[in-house]
């Protein structure tokens, strides 16, 4: 049954409000001025609030307009008593109240005033439902759509930068191989060139040609590197945004993961306050898996983006001593369960205190509220792809002082 404040100075209408309320079992509460109705209306939590605006001690305009303006108490269902008299005659009735009911009191009238309340909340509480599981629908349509156009832009921009630096990369070789002959070739010209004369020992002084010749081929190598690194990147991005166009296909976990953290490593260096990021892989001999690669992919970043910033939180929490003390690490390990199943775990050890994420980030009606501040909307993203879309399991586990740690279960195959 519902909560029920009446705020009622009249003593008498208070005895009739009560006794026909307690008749049906309702709980009741009585204030008899506005204030400490406003008081125990935060307190109490009611369902619905009967204000007598009748009443000299009460200002009920200003009760009703606190009430709605109060984000914990604006779903209570507001009734007036008054008369028909004060109805008619005063403009500040346009108040936002819900209902209004005339005295002397009618029974009848009055409980189905009150049942009607009832209803009227259920109805608004089915419409924010409907309205959530919508929201809930389309999130991921869009999310999807969102990154299939990124996806495509992505692919688009590394093909770009992949041609010319696979120009750059071939060449290099060519270039170090010249290169070593060269040198080679001048050293047996200096061996030769018994006595040079003035002006080709000055040219060896001014460019300083020993250190020259030595640097030169660790230029090239160290250019070699760097393409190398550039290739590796793009090939990363080229498989990190994959198309799911074709559905579900098979899919290398461990290479997901080195492609993510490929993407991330410019987040893992020391910062202001901040040791390096460590991170450990302890992966395991894993079968490829039936699954939307892309978007396992994005549930993979978003979780380790999260333990990034978690880590990142701690070191800002501890004093200045204490946070270049602290040794931030993530480590992720994989493993097969058994014949149908996978696991991916990512922990890191952060000192945040304990909470339940997963009860958060799995709560339909939580995640459905954009200003809810202890949601992460990319944990959110990653539960939809991992339980939803791939039937998998995304727990989370966390020790004051010890850390959090994400268990993902994928099975092998899509059914």
């Known amino acids: 049954m519902p909560k029920i404040l009446a705020i009622i100075a009249d003593a008498v209408t208070v005895e009739v409000v009560q006794e026909l309320l307690g008749r049906e079992e309702h709980e009741v509460r009585v204030a008899p001025d506005g204030n400490e109705g406003l008081d125990l209306a935060r307190e109490f939590s009611?369902?619905?609030?009967?204000?007598?605006?009748?009443?000299?001690?009460?200002?009920?305009?200003?009760v009703c307009r606190l009430v709605k303006a109060d984000r914990e108490l604006a779903t209570a269902y507001f009734i007036l008593l008054t008369t028909a008299d004060r109805f008619e005659d005063a403009p500040e009735l346009d108040a936002p109240f819900d209902d209004f009911l005339f005295k002397p009191?009618?029974?009848q009238e009055?409980?189905?005033?009150?049942?009607?309340?009832?209803?009227?909340?259920?109805?608004?509480?089915?419409?924010?439902l409907t309205q959530q599981e919508l929201r809930l629908s389309?999130?991921?349509?869009?999310?999807?759509e969102k990154m299939s156009t990124l996806g495509e832009l992505v692919s688009g921009i590394a093909h770009e930068i992949n041609n010319p630096i696979t120009f750059i990369y071939s060449n290099l070789t060519h270039v170090q191989s010249y290169a070593t002959d060269l040198i080679e070739l001048l050293r047996l010209y200096q061996k030769e060139l018994v006595d040079p004369g003035a002006e080709i020992l000055q040219k060896q002084q001014d460019m300083d040609v020993e250190f020259v010749l030595d640097?030169?081929?660790k230029i090239v190598s160290s250019m070699r590197t760097g393409s190398d690194r550039i290739r590796q990147i793009i090939l990363s991005l080229q498989d990190f945004s994959r198309?799911?166009?074709?559905?579900?296909?098979l899919f290398d976990v461990s290479d997901g993961l080195e492609n993510t953290l490929l993407l991330l490593q410019h987040r893992l260096p020391a910062r202001e306050g901040r040791r390096d990021i460590k991170v450990i892989k302890q992966f395991g001999n894993l079968p490829q898996i039936e699954c939307y690669a892309g978007l396992l992919n994005q549930a993979f970043l978003n979780i380790i983006n999260h333990a990034i910033d978690?880590?990142?939180e701690s070191a800002q929490d501890l004093e200045e001593l204490e946070s270049m003390k602290f040794k931030p690490v993530i480590l992720i390990s994989t493993e097969?369960?058994?014949a149908q199943r996978i696991c991916i775990e990512i922990a890191d050890n952060d000192m945040a205190i304990s909470k339940d994420i997963t009860a958060q980030i799995s709560d339909p009606y939580l995640v459905a509220q954009p200003a809810e501040p202890t949601i992460d909307s990319g944990l959110a993203v990653s539960y939809r792809i991992i339980v939803e879309q791939h039937k998998g399991e995304f727990k989370c586990f966390s020790e004051p002082g010890k850390g959090t740690r994400f268990r993902i279960e994928l099975p092998l195959r899509h059914s």
Request: with cysteine; hydrophobic share 40%.
């Open 336 to 338: 097969v369960v058994d």
């Open 105 to 107: 009191i009618v029974k």
């Open 46 to 62: 009611p369902d619905v609030i009967i204000c007598d605006g009748t009443s000299p001690q009460i200002n009920f305009l200003e």
């Open 110 to 128: 009055f409980l189905g005033r009150v049942r009607a309340s009832k209803r009227s909340r259920e109805l608004r509480a089915q419409l924010e």
């Open 215 to 217: 640097d030169l081929l």
């Open 138 to 144: 389309r999130d991921p349509m869009l999310h999807s």
């Open 310 to 312: 978690a880590l990142e």
């Open 243 to 249: 198309s799911d166009r074709s559905g579900w296909q």
